[in-house]
T-cell receptor, first 110, second 114 residues
Framework: QKEVEQNSGPLSVPEGAIASLNCTYS??????FFWYRQYSGKSPELIMF????GDKEDGRFTAQLNKASQYVSLLIRDSQPSDSATYLC??????????FGAGTQVVVTP | DGGITQSPKYLFRKEGQNVTLSCEQN?????MYWYRQDPGQGLRLIYY???????QKGDIAEGYSVSREKKESFPLTVTSAQKNPTAFYLC?????????????FGDGTRLSIL
């Protein structure tokens, strides 16, 4: 069974601090990885995607990929209350299908 | 505005009844997907279609059916064979399965049993 695994949380982060979310995957054939944010009762919204080893930054968000360790992470700098949500990690298989993790709930406390 | 439209937003099913969830996109995307999300869980793939008139079963296809007669439309029918249909259903699309581009989601349909 090809899996994507995340800590379910909740991850409690003080406002202004860095939130660090981790994701591991078992399918070595996975090429593309995505982070989605999902507010309660809403549909997932794409935040970041990364294809190559290393870091990719977009505003307050940084995605990190290490294919050798089969590890993807998301850093949220200067966390805001509006960042409180569930963050879903997903990776594609060779057929382009996404495998989703169960998500990590982030709670930013004032 | 380009996007993915799902309807209805809320749907109630009576026992023994089939219901159909609508998904329409005007993004000119070839690939479309249906997912199911249960509370506190990730998304599970029901069916996907990479091109018109073709579709494939996902991980949890039993009790569901789909059609892809038009590029823009990918309706999902929840049949009476699906004994536990209560969930949040999400439709997604992407340019094509090989592009590596991300999937984008509609707003979802919440299905409950009466």
């Amino acid at each position: 069974q090809k899996e994507v695994e995340q800590n379910s949380g909740p991850l409690s982060v003080p406002e202004g601090a860095i939130a660090s979310l981790n994701c591991t995957y078992s399918d070595r054939g996975s090429q593309s990885f995505f982070w989605y944010r999902q507010y309660s009762g809403k549909s997932p919204e794409l935040i970041m995607f990364i294809y190559s080893n290393g870091d990719k930054e977009d505003g307050r968000f940084t995605a990190q990929l290490n294919k050798a360790s089969q590890y993807v992470s998301l850093l949220i700098r200067d966390s805001q209350p509006s960042d409180s949500a569930t963050y879903l990690c997903a990776g594609t298989d060779s057929w382009g299908k996404l495998q989703f993790g169960a998500g990590t709930q982030v709670v930013v406390t004032p | 505005d380009g996007g993915i439209t799902q309807s209805p937003k809320y749907l109630f099913r009576k026992e023994g009844q089939n219901v159909t969830l609508s998904c329409e996109q005007n993004l000119n995307h070839d690939a479309m997907y249906w997912y199911r999300q249960d509370p506190g869980q990730g998304l599970r793939l029901i069916y996907y279609s990479q091109i018109v008139n073709d579709f494939q079963k996902g991980d949890i296809a039993e009790g569901y059916s789909v059609s892809r007669e038009k590029k823009e439309s990918f309706p999902l029918t929840v049949t009476s064979a699906q004994k536990n249909p209560t969930a949040f259903y999400l439709c997604a699309s992407r340019t094509d399965r090989l592009s590596g581009q991300p999937q984008h989601f509609g707003d979802g349909t919440r299905l409950s049993i009466l």
